[in-house]
Every structure is written in C-alpha cells, then in structure tokens.
Nanobody
Framework: QVQLVESGGGLVQPGGSLRLSCAAN????????MGWFRQAPGKAREFVAV????????HDGESVKGRFTISRDNAKNSVYLQMTDMKPEDTAVYYC????????????????????WGQGPQPTVSS
C-alpha cells in the first residue's frame, strides 16, 4: 500500500505563488508516475500536471500551462507543484496521484490510470 503525504496550500492573493509537495512512502522498481488533479466546488475533477520517474518530460493541463511547474525528486520519492500567477479559479482541492508504473502517454490525463490518491491540500486564491 502506498501512502501519499502532501503539504502546501493555504491562502494567497491573485497573482501570488504557492508550492505543493507530495511524498510517497515507497519506491517502485518499475518506475512511477506522479502528479496532481484538482477539483473545485461544484466542478468536475480536472487534470493539472504529471511527471514520470524518468526523463525530463512533464505534462500540464491547458488551464495551468505556463503558470504551474511540476518537478520531482526521485531520491525522496516526491513530486512538487510550483504554482505562480495564481487566479481565483485555481482554488480547489488538489489531489496528489501516484502509480507504480510509467503510465503511457495516452492515459496520463485520465484519473482512472492512477492507483493512489492523496488527501488533498486546498489552496485558496482570494483578495
């Protein structure tokens, strides 16, 4: 069983920045995929960004491109989401996701691809 420990979130003004962190308590020998989905009140779950264990490619949702940056630290089994130029519509519960395999490209943006989900920090963007 993989456990995900998340941190970050909080209240920020529009245009501000926050950083989310997520650490998995296990290391997969088959590679992994980690990242974030989010869900705002009354809205559908939305893909934010993912990164796979190996290589430099990241995959971002359209609404966060150019503003959010995902990165990883393999030694710490961790993934980070640096959020900049935040907008009120970024207010949501952010769920860290993990799968102990390298998810294929065509399935990266599907929530069903991921076996493990975190509890969700809740960044709030408000003036």
């Amino acid at each position: 069983q993989v456990q995900l420990v998340e941190s970050g979130g909080g209240l920020v003004q529009p245009g501000g920045s926050l950083r989310l962190s997520c650490a998995a308590n296990r290391r997969s020998n088959n590679g992994y995929t980690m990242g974030w989905f989010r869900q705002a009140p009354g809205k559908a779950r939305e893909f934010v960004a993912v990164i796979r264990c190996c290589g430099s490619s990241t995959h971002d949702g359209e609404s966060v491109k150019g503003r959010f940056t995902i990165s990883r630290d393999n030694a710490k089994n961790s993934v980070y989401l640096q959020m900049t130029d935040m907008k009120p519509e970024d207010t949501a519960v952010y769920y860290c996701i993990y799968d102990a395999t390298r998810i294929i490209l065509s399935a990266l943006r599907a929530g069903e691809s991921y076996d493990y989900w975190g509890q969700g920090p809740q960044p709030t963007v408000s003036s």
